[in-house]
């Protein structure tokens, strides 16, 4: 009979997963907690090599089972086999982030930091009003936005937009409105206070200093006014009228735009030839990468 050692053994302190954590950050945290080094975790012999996958040795370090190890962390669904866990993989516009600094302890009963694939339209906790998207290189950068409401009604009205159109349409307006939007902050668009009050959350307080412009603070402050353009030219009504030959129904098209985003001054010169033909030029690579029979709904 062949020898099988017991090379891994449960852990005296388990933690559950976070729901869509990465393996290595599971890994980290359950090494963290049991005061383990990760290496001696992964490897606990020099000279004896264990046949267990990664999944069955989480499955003995943890004491959860396979189906909830597998559903909770998306890189461990292949191992498990199960056709309940395959579409639990990480969609491909999701990437990975810190999860909720205040999610995770009420979730996994821990208060280590836990990483997680997350969709990249995801950037607020609605549950806690943290915001966890973007330049968020540490949980400790989790802005509370409790002061700014536009920004947490953004985040839900992304995922209506969502719901309504489609991660298709979607996902095509934000890679299409990105040019735009850039060109729209450098013309007399300006934000509103929210960068203001975001900055003193960071507690920030010398005014000489010039604050960091990938700083969570300002992607955060500017996250409305992005979303607000993906509204409109998710829109197909408003897109074929934006493409439309009727001069009249251009105008009105043209209006609306400048009614979702009031200028400081009215652009003059080639500003506003730029403006015209850069709308033009975005509801038309909408059109391109919207499939015709969802552009046609």
Known sequence: MEFHPALIRPLPITLPPFPGECESSY????????HVP???????????????????ALCILSGQS????????????????????KAHAPAPDYMLRWACRRCVPARTGSKLPAQVWASV????????????GKNVFAPEQQLDLSRTPDVIRAQRHCWRLRRRYGPTVIGACYDATGKLWNGLAHR????????????????????TVEPDKTAPWLIAAGYPEPITLISLFASGHWRRAILSDDLLVV??????????????AALRGTSRTWLSTS??????????LVPPAISAG
């Open 27 to 34: 890994w980290n945290r359950l090494a963290l907690a049991n």
């Open 38 to 56: 990760l290496a001696r975790l992964r490897s606990p012999s020099r000279w004896l090599n264990s046949r267990l996958t990664s999944l069955d």
């Open 66 to 85: 396979r189906q909830n190890l597998a559903r909770a962390i998306p890189d461990l669904h292949a191992e498990d086999g199960s056709p309940t866990t």
């Open 121 to 132: 339209h995801d950037n607020v906790c609605l549950r806690h009003n943290l915001w966890i």
């Open 188 to 207: 007399h668009y300006q934000l509103t206070r929210r960068a203001e009050l975001l900055h003193d959350l960071l507690r920030v307080k010398a005014p």
């Open 251 to 264: 105008t009105q098209a043209i209006a609306e735009f400048h009614h979702r985003f009031p200028m400081q």
């Open 279 to 288: 709308i033009e030029a975005t509801a038309r690579q909408v059109e391109d």
